[in-house]
């Protein structure tokens, strides 16, 4: 049996409307709404059948300009050695999303680099900082709109170079 | 040195006060131990038993405080170009800087995409020694090194400049 039709029957049984079916029948990730996550997460965890202990990685991906930003998670349970991947889209210009890290610990600092990286504001994470980058920088530079600033704390970061093109 | 060579007995070497002090610092240039990225593990084993800086009489220390040389080896983010000011101005005078390898000296791979790093750790403090590489190969940074030896040896500290 593929993990990823059981979870999916799973979910859409327990959490109805939650699940966004594909248009073609496919085994690498499951499309989920944003609305409840906090809630399927915590049953994710807690199912017997699923048992997923482990939250490996939390990726954002920008789809584009005109399209949303995305929230991938993968997921891997120690006791039926089993894993997924689980996709959530959310908009550009409002981007918000149940926070899992008090589900599992380790998706602190996953968020928070997701934060740093793409501005996606995770509600409910308790201490939703920047990861990687000075605490005063400006703008989310993984987005595909990202401007590079031409200074910061002055301090040039553009340098044009005659004749490297 | 001059017409008092040679005067003497054995084992008795004459000079001049500012090139004795000039001499004596070049040979004993402790550089501030820290790295930055991969240009670090090159420093590093340049410093280990191989290449062994210590026979030109370079040894590292862990505090700005104690240090003359600072070697910039690596990639200097704009969040770590701050730090590396604050720690350069920690340093007693005198000091040197070398940049060792591409991205100190100029960006390197980063110059022209990276939107985090700086460009040339000379936008933010000075710099004596410049070595090429990605990452320098140990033989280099002990060239580099020698030239700033070969620098500190030529100044005159107690003679006024005019």
């Not at chain 2, 100029?106 to 590489?133: E, T, W």
Request: charged share 30%.
């Amino acid at each position: 049996m593929i993990i990823n039709q059981k979870v999916s029957d799973i979910l859409e049984k327990q959490f109805p409307g939650s699940v966004i079916q594909p248009e073609e029948p496919q085994n690498d990730y499951i499309q989920l709404l944003p609305n409840n996550w906090n809630e399927i997460a915590k049953f994710l965890k807690k199912e017997t059948e699923l048992k997923f202990d482990s939250c490996q990685c939390i990726t954002g991906v920008d789809l584009g300009i005109e399209e949303n930003l995305e929230v991938r998670y993968n997921f891997h349970s120690m006791k039926h050695k089993h894993k997924i991947e689980i996709r959530i889209a959310v908009d550009r210009k409002r981007p918000t999303i149940p926070s899992v890290e008090q589900v599992w610990r380790g998706a602190d600092w996953l968020e928070r680099e997701v934060y740093d990286m793409y501005g996606v504001r995770f509600k409910g994470h308790r201490d939703l900082r920047r990861m990687l980058l000075p605490e005063d920088w400006k703008g989310w530079p993984l987005r595909k709109d990202y401007k590079t600033p031409n200074i910061y704390n002055g301090m040039k970061v553009k340098k044009v170079r005659k004749g490297w093109d | 040195m001059g017409f008092l060579e040679e005067r003497f007995e054995d084992n008795i070497v004459t000079a001049k006060v500012d090139q004795l002090l000039s001499w004596a610092r070049s040979t004993s240039a402790w550089y501030f131990q820290f790295g930055l990225a991969c240009c670090a593990i090159e420093m590093m084993a340049t410093a280990a038993s191989r290449h062994d800086l210590e026979r030109i009489g370079m040894m590292p220390r862990s505090s700005p405080r104690q240090a003359d040389v600072m070697i910039v080896a690596g990639t200097v983010t704009l969040k770590m170009a701050t730090r590396v000011k604050k720690l350069y101005d920690q340093m007693a005078e005198p000091k040197y800087v070398i940049s060792m390898g591409s991205c100190a000296n100029s960006g390197g791979p980063y110059s022209r995409a990276g939107y985090h790093v700086l460009k040339g750790v000379d936008q933010v403090i000075p710099v004596d020694v410049y070595i090429p590489g990605c990452p320098p190969r140990p033989e280099s940074l002990i060239e580099g090194l020698l030239k700033l030896q070969e620098k500190i040896r030529h100044e005159r500290p107690l003679t006024k400049k005019k």
